[in-house]
């Protein structure tokens, strides 16, 4: 139909009446947006309209040559050569226009028009610097000469000034343009002042230096009554900040964080965040400002800002002890501030001699008393604080038990403040509490090295994955914790209980029953670190090789439960340097354990015969398992395993271990001897019953650990087996 009518239409829009013109010139638009092809039938007679008095007919015919630019480029072209010296006379005209009461609104001559034609101004301008040459005098003259007293006044400045920055427009008019908007900022009408700051957005990208012109009016905003026009300001101070001017900024925002509503705090507290990680230089600045801003509004402080500042501090060696002075004194008045309380806490377990000794004083700086009694009060306090949430408290634990190898004298206190957590109903603080007394309590001799400062952290690597994790939740529908390789999430302090993992089902550590055994598995010192802080410093030793002697005594002294079933008396958990194992059937990954667990197996035939492994072989010392099944009874297998001493020297008290998931249960009977000869001359065979309750679901998997004497000396070596015969 539009394409039948077209033809009478653009005839009409040669009619001598107004209206009747008026009426056409509307019907082309809409023929326009329907059937864009038609746009070339109606460009010389839109370029003709333009030419009429009749301000209808002309608000008609520049809206329609607005269509014909964003159907057609052909139109755009044609317009351009054809329309502008019209537009600029009809802008003229209005602007310098007397009084006409048929067209006055608030005293300014139809400002609709003059809307109008600064907007198709605007598209034609747009990309085009001899358009835009020709259009810059007449917006000039409309820009300066329009009264901004009044609301209709307002807009068409308003639309001045998008049509300045929408077109290739000389410096000094973007300069008029955005003088204009720092008026608008101070109106007292919200939404003049709002329109004023979105367009200022914009602006920043044209010329940043003439915003900058308005910074102190634009930083007024942010204090506004009205939260649209905070937030926007705010998001435009954030746009405005550089190096040269980040200081004094800063400074007027953490002044205004003190007084600001509570609303409002956290969409304050996370620029102002950025801004100091962005443009900080200076560390002892970085530090300062994240010292006040966690002072005032630490509970609105995101968990990977107040982790950079923790890898920040570890990396700054010089200003360590400042950083604990500092947050020493700001615990103390204002401890109710959660991240604040945290980083504190942290620092203090980190550094509490430098607090107590005033080590590493700055110029600046004024000595402070405080005593290693004071120190533990202060932690103290926030772990028995009613409000301090799991991961606080679990910080807290862990600062009591570096400060108690840090002041030796408050061992004892500490001791008894710790133990009050044994019987804590939250999970994580009770297991804390339990191998934490048990490391204070038997582990003297150790605890001065395990519980030395941390390393320090990667700060490069941190930050590096701290964006990455940022870019994947911003990419993400839903937000979801961070996962490290391992596959846990990444939570704050590693405190929070992440889905049970198949190497703490192994290992059985949270398990309410009582574990079979006490070993564990092979882990860097810094996966313990990682685990009190929750940040990872991943060790890159290869696998395989030979066993940590910290590793190993660290994972004895973290393991619970009542006494691990065992052939044989207790041995120290000493390992002498030196002694190298090889596991030849033994998976050295979690990983491919893990695979295992997983996968599904068939059902065996009762009457089977299963073949004999070798499940565990190093230079000194070999184990092979032979199996048999119960009639009738497929999920419950005997395990007959053979010890043999592969080298030259008799074996003493030996010790097998063994632990198992969680779905398997395990009973080992007293070995045939504890006493291994050297050469193969003899072997000691040891039975084990396990019951897969998971039989057909998932296959066995164990840990195993053996310890032994040579001339006196104790000896250790540990594996993991995955290689049992399918059907188990």
């Known amino acids: 139909m539009a394409r039948d009518l077209a033809p009478e239409v653009e005839r009409l829009l040669q009619n001598r009446d107004p209206n009747t013109k008026k009426k056409a010139a509307l019907c082309s638009i809409r023929i326009v947006r329907k059937v864009p092809d038609l746009a070339e039938n109606f460009m010389s007679a839109a370029a003709s309209l333009l030419k009429e008095k009749h301000h209808g007919v002309l608000i008609s015919a520049v809206q329609l040559c607005t269509e014909l630019c964003k159907a057609s480029t052909e139109a755009l072209e044609y317009l351009r050569k054809n329309c502008l010296e019209g537009l600029v006379r009809i802008l003229r005209d ?38 835009s ?38 410096s000094g008019l973007r300069v008029l343009a955005i003088n204009i908007l720092g008026r608008f900022l101070s109106n007292r009408d919200n939404n003049i002042r709002y329109v004023a700051l979105n367009m200022l957005m914009k602006a920043i990208a044209v010329d940043t230096q003439a915003v900058q012109r308005h910074r102190a009016t634009i930083l007024e905003c942010v204090k506004d009554a009205d939260v649209s026009i905070r937030k926007r300001a705010l998001e435009l101070v954030y746009l405005l900040v550089n190096d040269t001017n980040v200081k004094p900024l800063t400074k007027e925002l953490v002044d205004y964080l003190e007084v600001s509503d509570q609303d409002f705090k956290e969409d304050l507290t996370a620029k102002i965040c950025s801004i100091v990680e962005k443009f900080s230089q200076d560390k002892l600045w970085y530090l300062d400002q994240m010292f006040r801003v966690l002072s005032l509004a630490g509970n609105y402080v995101k968990d990977d800002v107040w982790h950079a500042l923790v890898v920040l501090m570890s990396n700054a060696s010089e200003l360590q002890g400042y950083s604990v002075r500092s947050l020493y004194k700001a615990l103390l008045a204002c401890g109710e501030q959660e991240s604040l309380v945290r980083v504190a806490v942290w620092c203090i377990g980190e550094y509490g001699e430098m607090l107590v000794n005033n080590i590493s004083m700055l110029d600046m700086e004024e000595p402070i008393t405080v005593t290693e009694s004071d120190a533990v009060d202060a932690v103290e306090v ?11 408290r679990a910080m807290c634990l862990v600062s009591l038990l570096k400060l108690s190898s840090r002041f030796p004298p408050t061992s004892e206190r500490i001791k008894e403040i710790v133990a009050q957590n044994k019987g804590n109903t939250v999970l994580e603080l009770q297991q804390r509490s339990i191998e934490f007394s048990s490391i204070i309590q038997r582990h003297q001799s150790i605890k001065s090295s395990l519980l030395e400062r941390m390393p320090v952290l990667d700060e490069a690597n941190y930050l590096v994955k701290r964006a990455a994790s940022t870019q994947a939740t911003v990419s993400s529908v839903k937000s979801a914790p961070a996962v490290t390789p391992g596959g846990q999430p990444k939570l704050p302090n590693g405190v929070a209980k992440p889905p049970a993992a198949p190497l703490a089902d192994l290992l059985d550590l949270s398990s309410d029953d009582t574990p079979v055994t006490t070993s564990a598995p092979t882990t860097a010192p810094n996966d313990f670190l990682q685990d009190l802080l929750g940040i990872d410093l991943t060790d890159s030793s290869p696998a395989g090789g030979a066993p940590s002697t910290s590793t190993d ?41 893990l695979d295992g667990l997983s996968s599904s197996t068939p059902l065996p035939d009762e009457n089977a015969a299963y073949p004999t492994i070798t499940a565990f072989q190093s230079a000194t010392l070999r184990i092979t398992f032979s199996f048999k099944k119960q009639p009738r009874k497929p999920q ?29 249960q395990l009973r080992l009977d007293p070995a045939s001897s504890s006493t291994l000869p050297a050469s193969g001359n003899g ?33 250790l070596e540990q594996g993991q087996i995955s290689n049992f015969p399918a059907g188990l």
Request: aromatic share 6%.
């Open 94 to 131: 209005v602007s310098n226009s007397s009084y006409a009461p048929e067209y006055d609104v608030a005293g300014i001559t139809d400002p609709f028009l003059h809307i109008r034609v600064l907007k198709l101004m605007r598209t034609l301008g747009q990309g085009d610097a001899d358009c």
């Open 133 to 170: 040459e020709y259009i810059n005098d007449i917006l000039a003259q409309v820009s300066t000469k329009t009264e901004s007293n009044k609301n209709a006044g307002n807009a068409i400045l308003y639309e001045c000034v998008e049509t300045i920055m929408g077109i290739e427009a000389t």
């Open 382 to 392: 926030v772990l028995k604080r009613y409000s301090a949430d799991v991961t606080t």
């Open 553 to 593: 005594i660290l994972m004895d002294l973290l393991s619970i439960g009542s006494t691990p079933v065992q052939n044989g008396p207790p041995t120290s958990n000493f390992i002498p340097p030196g002694i190298e194992t090889k596991p030849v059937a033994v998976t050295p990954q979690v990983v491919d354990l």
């Open 636 to 664: 419950e297998t005997t395990i007959n395993a053979t010890f043999t001493n592969l080298a030259t020297t008799t074996f003493t008290d030996f010790v097998f271990q063994a632990a198992v998931p969680k779905f398997i």
């Open 683 to 715: 072997s000691v065979t040891q039975s084990l019953s396990v019951t897969n309750n998971q039989h057909g679901q998932k296959p066995l998997a164990m840990r195993i650990r053996m310890s032994y004497k040579v001339n006196g000396e104790d000896r």
